[in-house]
């Protein structure tokens, strides 16, 4: 049976993020230091697992294998949101889903194409995330910070919420 408020939390942020082609991708190094890398996310309907292409002799890859926990960060300035997404990743080596997600801009990174040995997918299984969800045109930024500055809350024409989506 599926919880109602997982999935209605599942849609809301894939409307956040459904045009937001680049993804801040959070990993801890060896060392114990986080370490963040642009990444882009692949076109699949975000269903609670976020999927990205790699390869495999990249360092996220080990650092993914040595501790899961990683955090994804959307932002969109022109649509004032920002959305944080923690969750477990895992190193996924399926050539029916690398198909799916194949897209020619890939060619760049893997010049082999779809069958390219090296090529990889990190799925992200989404644990919990908290979204910033503000006005998006200028004027609806400009009313917001004029709000902001009258009422002292910077909070009050914007949407903030933390989700558990474990």
């Not at 609670?48 to 932002?75: C, M, Q």
């Not at 897209?103 to 010049?111: E, L, N």
């Not at 990190?122 to 200028?138: F, H, K, L, M």
């Amino acid at each position: 049976m599926s919880d109602p408020d997982r999935s209605e939390h599942i849609r809301k942020l894939a409307g956040l993020i459904e045009d937001v082609d680049i993804a801040m991708l959070t990993t801890i190094g060896p060392d114990g230091r986080l370490v963040s890398r642009p990444l882009g996310t692949q076109e699949v309907e975000f269903d609670g697992d976020l999927w990205f292409a790699t390869g495999a002799d990249s360092g996220k890859v080990a650092e993914i294998r040595a501790n899961p926990h990683v955090n994804v960060a959307y932002a969109s300035p022109s649509k004032n949101v920002y959305v944080s997404v923690a969750g477990i990743a895992s190193i996924v080596d399926d050539r029916e889903k690398i198909e799916r997600f194949w897209s020619p801009a890939m060619k760049i990174y893997f010049p082999e194409g779809k069958d390219d040995p090296n090529l990889r997918l990190i799925r992200v299984g989404a644990q919990s995330a908290e979204y910033w969800d503000g006005p998006g045109s200028a004027v609806g930024k400009a009313l917001y910070l004029a709000t902001a500055a009258v009422t002292g809350d910077a909070g009050a024409m914007s949407d903030n919420e933390r989700i558990d989506l474990s």
